[in-house]
Every structure is written in C-alpha cells, then in structure tokens.
C-alpha cells in the first residue's frame, strides 16, 4: 500500500537557519509528489511538486527514487515559514496520500 | 466561484444524530476529494468523484458514511448516527481531470477551508 511518512511532528530553527524536513514514500511505481502548507489560519495550499522542479518562498525539493524521499530544504529559514508541512503522493489513477505533517517553527 | 467553498464551516451536533456536509468545487474541475483530518493528523482520504461517480470510496471508514455528487459538481457528504469519534475537520478539495502523465497542469489539488464537525 502507499504510504507516506515524515518523521519528525516539530522542527524548530532559528531565522536564517538552514531548514530541512523529511518526507520518504513507499509506492512501487513512478508517483508525482508534492508539498502542502498551512499556515495559521489559512486552508491547506500547494507549495511545489516535484515535476516543476521550481523554487516556491526559497524552498526547493529533489525526488529521489533510490532512497524514495522527497525531502523539502531552504537555506535561510524566515519566521513568515513557520507553519504545518505535509508531504503528499499522487500515484497516477488514485487519490493523494498525505503524510502525517511537520510543524516547522522559525524562532526569532 | 473562484474556490473550493465548504459549509458548514462549523457543525456541533450530538451523538446518534445525522449530519450533512457540502461542498462546492471550482467551477470545471472533474475531480473532488474529501478528506477527514483529526487533530495533530494528516490528511485522511476518504472518497473521490470523478464526474458523478465515486471512482474510489475505499477511504469511507463504514457505511454510516455516504456522499454523492448527483450532477457532477457539488457534493454532499452523509454521516448518519454520528459518534464522538467522528469529530474532525472534514476537507474538500478538487482538481481538474487527473491525468497519467507527468508534466500536465492537473492533479494539483486545491482546498476548502474544510467542515469542522464536533460530535458531544
């Protein structure tokens, strides 16, 4: 079954702190991936995915197949990022699955 | 409209009551999910629609959980003997057809501000 995992529940940084949250999948064939926000109170929202291959707010994420992660990174955090992170797979033909979320803290 | 609306936005209710809850797509897009997210919890998928049929219901915990989607746009989601575990925040969200290619426009979901359902 696919299923989508992100280990940590709380990431806190300090502002200007690299930022790295993790995301790895299990599904056996070739999915999209994405990224969601959601920012206090607001509705979940699109950040990137991985067939854009931009960067949204200085975040960037690479797929990588090998080790099945889709781990989202910015170099800089600010304190406007502070917000819940899900991670979430499309296998083409079914419906989204979402990981169980991040909550990223940006200290001042 | 120019979102995913949903109403209620909040719903209390008592236990072994019926609930109702609606939400209305963007206007053209195919596909409209719904998700149930507890608190401290990812979204969890319960149905999607495709058109007017539920091509995947498989989320739906038992069946005192039903939605439709009669004319292929809003749809409905039906609980009926309500439990305090069915308290959550209830998610719509709907995208344009979804495809099987990588590079397309589609399968980007965009949502409501979901149905937050209290059940004493």
């Known amino acids: 079954a696919q299923r989508v995992t992100q280990p940590e529940k709380l990431l806190s940084v300090f502002k200007g702190a690299p930022v790295e949250l993790k995301c790895n999948y299990s599904y056996s064939g070739s999915p999209e991936l994405f990224w969601y926000v959601q920012y206090s109170r607001q509705r979940l929202q699109l950040l990137l995915r991985?067939?854009s291959r931009e960067s949204i707010k200085g975040f960037t994420a690479d797929l990588n197949k090998g080790e099945t992660s889709f781990h989202l990174k910015k170099p800089f955090a600010q304190e406007e990022d502070s917000a819940m992170y899900y991670c979430a797979l499309f296998p083409y033909g079914q419906n989204f699955v979402f990981g169980p979320g991040t909550r990223l803290s940006v200290l001042p | 409209g120019a979102g995913v609306s949903q109403t209620p936005s909040n719903k209390v209710t008592e236990k072994g009551k019926y609930v109702e809850l609606r939400c209305d797509p963007i206007?053209?897009?195919?596909?409209l999910y719904w998700y149930r997210q507890s608190l401290g919890q990812g979204p969890e998928f319960l149905i999607y629609f495709q058109g007017t049929g539920a091509a995947d219901d498989s989320g739906l915990p038992n069946d005192r959980f039903f939605a439709v989607r009669p004319e292929g746009s809003v749809s409905t989601l039906k609980i009926q003997r309500t439990e305090r575990g069915d308290s959550a925040v209830y998610l719509c969200?709907?995208?344009?057809?979804?495809?099987?290619?990588?590079?397309?426009?589609?399968?980007?979901?965009?949502f409501g501000a979901g149905s937050r359902l209290t059940v004493l």
């Open positions: 206007s053209g897009h195919t596909a």
């Open positions: 969200a709907s995208s344009t057809q979804p495809t099987t290619g990588a590079g397309s426009g589609a399968n980007v979901l965009t």
């Open positions: 991985h067939i």
